[in-house]
């Protein structure tokens, strides 16, 4: 299973247009069918959580959205057959300047453990 996420910088000084959608992708590029797949992604204290689009994945957020939340985990998905991918959409809004580390997490029942990927997004001032 390979994790790829996909985002664009967004500005944090303007409170009108500090946001951002980051795209996600999780594919199977192996050649069996991985089952009971787990997703999660994770935001640093630069992004806050604004809304996500899961409508293409048939998936959920596991738990309702809290103040100051950074761990975002879905619902399992049963199985995810080779060169099939879960693809969404988190809208974030920029809090503070800097560089911002946003994780995705991917683990299913044949991978044999996690697999992460970080990519740094530049919140401007």
Known sequence: ?????????????????????IEFEVTNNGSAVQNRVDISFLLPPELEYVDIDLQETGLNLINAVQ??????????RNSLRPGESIRFRAL?????????AVEIV????????????????QVAP
């Open 1 to 21: 299973t390979s994790v790829r996420a996909l985002q664009r910088s967004i500005r944090a000084s303007d409170p009108q247009q500090n946001r951002s959608e």
């Open 67 to 76: 103040p100051g939340q950074r761990r975002f985990d879905l619902t399992r």
């Open 92 to 100: 974030v809004a920029g809090v503070r300047p800097g560089e911002a």
């Open 106 to 121: 991917a683990n299913s029942q044949e991978s044999g453990g996690v697999v992460v990927n970080s990519e740094t997004i």
